[in-house]
DNA sequence: TATAAAATTGGTAACGTTACCAATAAAACC
DNA sequence: GGTTTTATTGGTAACGTTACCAATTTTATA
């Protein structure tokens, strides 16, 4: 039965077909069957000719594959994805795309998975559980081949779910509390320890701690490397100075325009610098200062982390603690490709160092 | 012979079930005939059910969503793009993802998407035809419901494959010059030529213009803008104050590094003012005025174009021509999301307009 | 109660691909 | 020349989903 069919259909379609190249006339689709009718073969040899399988005989696969080339075929993924259980699809979940500081990890991402023919779905979570576990669904719905995910708290639910499906992901910015995953970050721990250490050397004894939302974790390593440095220097930590505000230049803008004028209503309230667990809440101080009228660095030094790009032509140059985002993006899809492709099933847990980078935010006082 | 075989198999996998339901475990493959195995039914009815198509009985549809919940089920999309058509993916296709200025654009795309329940496949270009071509190929192959493109030039066969494949698109950056297309975007030219008029407003005459690889459409929109305002207020056009580089920090650094030190060595090859056709051009700039110790503006007067979020932290504030990244944004989605969703099949062509943002970068000179 | 109408459910095929097996044709060997 | 091996090809089923039609059950109506 199936060969008479076929040879009906074959005269059928030659017709069309023929329409088709003289008139560059898309409207057939063109697929495996369809080339395989226009060159009289079966969908099987079309197949493994398109793929380069050499069992297919010189000429039949040069003839397919310049019927295909006329015809501007493209396989269709979503019959690939769905068959082989491979999407050459990479997923990234981010929290907060409007800062820059993702954009120098996602460029090198971008760039390896494109000369890798892979594709990246970008998502956004906003610091938001509900919505980080959408974009993790949406991601296991789309069947990515694995993701890099910036979670939003270093232990939670999502993360649970993340492993129970088994989704292949690496983990940046934190090192959740779980076996059997992998993550590259640095510990914000360290680097608001390393940048209250330098204020404390410089001087400065009254430090405004303005870090991001009190429940995040980012927001309590941060608080964590702060504390340990003012311990250690015999600091009384005073929890006036610890704010909590959106990570962004209207978030920093906010808290200091609040702040500042308080400075002089009483010790408690008085500092004479603040560190910023991100450089954006960083230029919201120096926001401020433009509307409240006083100097960075004589009237305020500044502190910011993630060293983002344009940091060095701010005015003045931000003394800021640099985070390695290319490095991370680099090691991260690296680890995820070797893990997807089948190269490397060990589990990596990889910190990395920040430094300092000093520039022309913060003054010496005495 | 399917009744017998599918009561056999509901017996089979009932007790998998069970232990699935028990243990957690994940191993299992949950799609909707597993559910329909589990719960007694088909998979027509479970489809329904989850879809929350009403011909389903209320009960049957309270005990299938119930098992679904409990299973952690989650539908695969491969399968449902496949067979509709529909992936609920937008591909954004831009040509330098590094570049700030994209930044609040997919932010508010991602944004709306996010809320509709869309995913956004992203890629870069990065200014190459090649690529971009890959780039919409790969749109095509992983069945994106439509596209959002900075198109490298404004002229294509890349556009034009587009159009024949029936790609739903909006173009953004510019205006292609073809039937039957969306696009929203702003006038470079105008842009170009506000800027250059606001310079000779402010007495220079001597105008150093620094634009984008010369084979772009951007820089050629840019440079004519430029002329016709050089024109208009009879002045010279000079050749050797034309200079074509990447759009990047170091790509104006190194063009002014060049240029600055032939200054004083003829007529020709003296400006007092540059014209950037990107912000981050005109960061080149300052990191190259850093460097050979000028200053901006009163050695050199420095204009921008874009007025990326950090162009008033500059040192100084940098002045330059908004572009309207956001409504540009919203606008494209907007059109895109309409065409796909069929409510409108209309062609939208629409030029937003660019506003002088005047702040300290530029001095006026006699 | 019989019959028509409506509600609910199930089976099937198709979306485009490829792995697997079987069938055929060509080449190699004795 | 006949037999085995090898190269090439075609058919089939499956991936998970849903639209469509048909079958069944329930409800409404005369």
Do not use: W
Not at 104 to 123: G, P, Q
Not at 257 to 284: H, W
């Amino acid at each position: 039965m199936s060969r008479k069919k076929l040879k009906q259909e074959k005269v059928k379609t030659k017709k069309s077909c023929d329409m088709d190249i003289k008139h560059k006339n898309e409207a057939v689709k063109v697929n495996i069957k369809y080339i395989a009718e226009v060159s009289g073969t079966s969908c099987s040899t079309v197949s493994r000719a398109l793929r380069g399988d050499n069992t297919a005989s010189k000429e039949t696969a040069e003839k397919i594959l310049k019927i295909a080339r006329e015809l501007n075929y493209y396989p269709n993924m979503l019959a690939k994805g769905l068959r082989d259980k491979k999407t050459k699809t990479i997923g990234i979940i981010l929290n907060d795309l409007k800062n820059p500081l993702y954009y120098e990890t996602i460029k090198v991402i971008e760039e390896i998975l494109n000369d890798l023919d892979y594709t990246m779905l970008l998502c956004d979570s906003n610091f938001d559980l509900k919505l980080e576990r959408k974009n993790i669904i949406t991601m296991l719905s789309k069947g990515v081949d694995g993701i890099i995910i910036s979670p939003v708290n270093i232990k939670s639910e999502n993360i649970e779910l993340i492993s129970s499906k088994g989704l292949n992901a690496v983990y940046i910015d934190f090192a959740p509390e779980m076996e059997n995953i992998n993550y590259v970050h640095v510990s914000h721990a360290d680097a608001a320890f390393m940048a209250t250490e330098y204020l404390i050397g410089k001087g400065h004894t009254k430090i405004l701690l303005l870090t991001g939302p009190e429940q995040l974790s980012v927001s309590k390593d941060f608080y964590k490397g702060y504390a340990k440095s003012l311990s250690k220097n015999g600091i009384p930590l005073n929890k006036a100075l610890v704010k909590y505000a959106v990570t962004s230049i209207d978030g920093g803008d906010r808290v200091i325009r609040e702040m500042y004028p308080l400075k002089q209503s009483g010790e408690s309230n008085d500092f004479t610098a603040v560190l910023c667990v991100s450089d954006m809440l960083a230029i919201g101080v120096y926001e401020a200062s433009k509307k409240l009228g006083f100097k960075v660095p004589d009237d305020l030094s500044v502190m910011g982390y993630d060293n983002i790009f344009m940091t060095p032509y701010l005015a003045p140059p931000l003394t800021t603690i640099h985070a390695p985002k290319i490095r991370i993006g680099e090691l991260s899809i690296k680890i995820l490709l070797d893990r997807i492709e089948d190269r490397d099933r060990e589990f990596h847990r990889i910190m990395l160092d920040v430094r300092l980078v000093e520039r022309e935010s913060v003054k010496k006082i005495n």
